[in-house]
């Protein structure tokens, strides 16, 4: 007989949601642990430059806004956000504070819009490849993933066309901006297409974009969000949500990031949010908020030089080491490039040899939806100090000579 008090034997994993079965862990956070290792030069997190952060600045803001706000900086506050911050954001973009968003990091704005807008089993329509952390926030959502073919020039509208005559998807996802993980940029003709298209299908535009201020050559093209805007002429009206972030042009750590969208998306975004977290930290929106005029623009001119500079050497390593086969995308901003090997090359496979020769990379395969690009994979810049680009480009390149040869 089982007395009351002896526990029934519990399967803990079988009472694990279907939405928690479904998640993975993030392809990069598992690489940085690896990477954590002091000598591995690691071309694997998206990491900002942390030698470029504007400490002093953050100091004197912080004390500032203590001064200025006493308790009221260390107490709860809205949900929607620091009034100040909306209004500066909404300034930039030309739409009222009411259509933005504070969120805590752009990472929890991708989570809340899969919560509020993906049905199981509704069609998102994503880059091959696309943004993998993306790809873990709707995933509990359970979505069914259609893939657009991407090329030099972003997404192909021509193929995505084809795709929604036959296909009704909810939302399309898409990063035009020096695109993580490949670096390449949604051309401005693209851009038109896109966004007239989706439109016309009825199909909501998510335009992540966190690097859009950080381009170090070439022609700006305007925003997704700035487009619908155009088209609809009422931010209330805009099929496209714009998701951005203060991580890669100020600070990752404070988790600062906004969105941009029309008042039902906004409303059902704020009962997201206090189900999450209540609010964004208080006192991290009051020092982004003294930063943005003073601090921010000059910040964003020497990481978009540094990174110019990092692109550019570890482009013309990359030329000078790697073995003959290696195709690598041009960036024109941001922090990443992308390379394909030789077909057979498998990425994933390789790391460990990589890893012994002290460098790290992400493989490619993780950023593909539905598989596929075994023989791709993700170079940050961002981190790396010229040295270690030079150190670390030889040794991937000898890692590759070696795998190219055993093939
Ligand atoms: O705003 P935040 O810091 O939450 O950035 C999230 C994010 C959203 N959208 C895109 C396209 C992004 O690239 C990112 C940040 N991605 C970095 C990466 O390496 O892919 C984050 C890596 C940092 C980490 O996982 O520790």
């Known amino acids: 007989m089982t007395s009351p008090l002896s526990p029934a034997a519990f399967d803990l994993t079988g009472t694990l949601s279907r939405r928690a079965q479904s998640m993975t862990a993030s392809a990069?956070?598992?690489?940085?642990?690896?990477t954590q290792q002091p000598d591995v030069i690691s071309?694997?997190?998206?990491?900002?430059?942390?030698?470029?952060?504007p400490l002093d600045e953050v100091r004197a803001a912080s004390q500032r806004?203590?001064?200025?706000?006493?308790?009221?900086?260390?107490?709860?506050?809205?949900?929607?956000g620091h009034p100040p911050l909306r209004e500066w954001i909404g300034a930039q973009a030309g739409i009222p504070a009411r259509n933005v968003q504070i969120v805590t990091g752009s990472q929890q704005g991708l989570d809340l819009l899969?919560?509020?807008?993906i049905d199981e089993g509704d069609v998102v329509l994503v880059e091959a490849p696309t943004y993998l952390g993306a790809l873990q926030s709707f995933q509990p959502y359970l979505p069914r993933y259609v893939q657009v073919p991407t090329d030099d020039g972003g997404i192909d509208v021509d193929a995505l066309e084809e795709v929604l005559k036959t296909t009704r998807a909810k939302l399309l996802y898409a990063v035009p901006n020096f695109q993580n993980p490949t670096g390449r940029t949604l051309s401005a003709e693209r851009r038109r297409r896109l966004v007239e298209l989706t439109a016309q299908h009825g199909v909501l535009l998510i335009e992540d974009d966190p690097y859009?201020?950080?381009?170090?050559t070439g022609a700006a093209a305007p925003s997704l969000y700035s487009l619908g805007l155009e088209l609809h002429g009422d931010a209330d009206r805009n099929h496209v949500i714009y998701s951005s972030s203060f991580s890669k042009t100020l600070v990752p750590g404070l988790r600062d990031a906004w969105v941009q969208a029309a008042a039902p998306i906004i409303a059902k975004l704020i009962q997201a949010k206090q189900g999450a977290d209540l609010h964004t930290p208080t006192f991290n929106q009051m020092i982004i908020?003294?930063?943005v005029d003073s601090v921010l623009p000059r910040q964003i001119e020497r990481v978009r030089q540094a990174y110019g500079e990092r692109a550019r050497l570890m482009l013309d390593r990359i030329h000078a080491d790697f073995p003959a086969g290696v195709?690598?995308?041009?960036?024109?901003?941001?922090?990443?490039?992308w390379l394909t090997l030789p077909e057979g090359v498998d990425t994933q496979a390789l790391l460990p040899r990589a890893v012994e020769r002290k460098v790290a990379y992400v493989p490619g395969s993780p950023f593909f939806a539905l598989g596929g690009g075994e023989n791709t994979m993700r170079l940050s810049y961002s981190n790396a100090t010229p040295?270690?680009?030079?150190?670390?480009?030889r040794a991937l390149g000898d890692t590759l000579r070696d795998a190219l040869a055993g093939a």
Do not use: H, N, W
């Open 28 to 34: 990069i956070r598992e690489i940085l642990k690896v």
């Open 114 to 117: 899969g919560k509020v807008l």
């Open 327 to 337: 195709q690598s995308t041009t960036p024109e901003g941001g922090m990443f490039l």
């Open 289 to 291: 908020a003294e930063l």
């Open 43 to 53: 071309f694997a997190g998206g990491l900002p430059a942390p030698e470029l952060f």
């Open 387 to 393: 040295e270690q680009i030079t150190r670390g480009v």
């Open 65 to 80: 806004v203590l001064d200025v706000y006493g308790p009221a900086a260390l107490q709860y506050s809205t949900t929607e």
């Open 212 to 216: 859009g201020q950080l381009r170090f």
